[in-house]
């Protein structure tokens, strides 16, 4: 096989001259891009990871607007959580 240099899994490579070849590398980069797609908890997984270390970085750049902000949302899900429940009581 030719040297590649480092590939997408979803990408097909440039030079194939056999038709049988080329159909197959194709199918190969149509699946991996599809489970790449459908495969939610992985995204998911990368998204959260992606999250937290953007949260980290900023909470390193600027502690007390991270506090704020932690604190903001507590606040916002505490105020949530009792408007539901003081629906639910009535």
Same mark, same amino acid.
Do not use: D, F
């Given at each position: 096989?030719?040297?590649?240099?480092?590939?997408?899994?979803? %990408?097909?490579?440039?030079?194939?001259t056999d038709?049988?070849?080329s159909a197959r590398a194709e199918l190969k980069a149509a699946l991996a891009a599809i489970e790449e797609k459908a495969n939610v908890p992985k995204r998911v997984a990368k998204a959260t990871d992606r999250g937290v270390t953007? %949260?980290?970085a900023f909470a390193q750049r600027q502690p007390a607007a991270a506090v704020a902000a932690v604190v903001g949302v507590a606040a916002a899900?505490?105020?949530f959580?009792?408007?539901?429940?003081?629906?639910?009581?009535r």
């Open positions: 096989m030719t040297s590649e240099l480092s590939l997408p899994r979803t %990408a097909v490579p440039l030079g194939i038709p049988v070849e953007q %949260a980290r899900v505490g105020v959580v009792w408007g539901a429940v003081r629906l639910y009581t």
